[in-house]
């Protein structure tokens, strides 16, 4: 279904950057229901999660390594502090950000102080019995 969305924005001339803003905005709703300051979309680290998820949809495998270590993907950003959530399994975003939310690790990700930008990205591997990957990148 999402893909089926997804194509259908991309005929009616919405971009996937208006998909990515959802997920920034779902990912803004959690932290301010816990007190947090809201996050906004960053195109670089869109493009940073989405080779990590391109990465663990290649190798069919869910691992921080997949695209390289962390610490070598995220230097070119020059944060002082970055988060990396990733995942498989799951179709739909809301069931991705549903699983973080109930994961102490990745719950931690989510909320952490200071951050002001995220990035999130998908991809797929129909061959692999988690057929989705995903992959966000929080910063300050």
Known sequence: ?????????????????????DY??????????KGMPAVKLDAKLNAVALKQAQAMSASGSVS?????SFFTRIKPLKKQ??????GAGFISFA????QWENSAGHRENLLMPGARR???AFADNAKSPYRRF???????
Request: no cysteine; aromatic share 4%.
């Open 24 to 33: 920034a905005g779902a990912i803004s709703s959690y932290r301010r229901s």
């Open 64 to 68: 921080h390594s997949a695209g390289g």
């Open 118 to 120: 995220v990035g999130v």
């Open 134 to 140: 995903w992959a966000m990148l929080i910063t300050d």
């Open 95 to 98: 069931e991705m950000l549903k």
């Open 1 to 21: 279904m999402r893909s089926a969305v997804l194509a259908l924005g991309l005929l009616l001339g919405i971009s996937t950057a208006a998909v990515a803003a």
């Open 81 to 86: 502090r970055a988060a990396e959530n990733i």
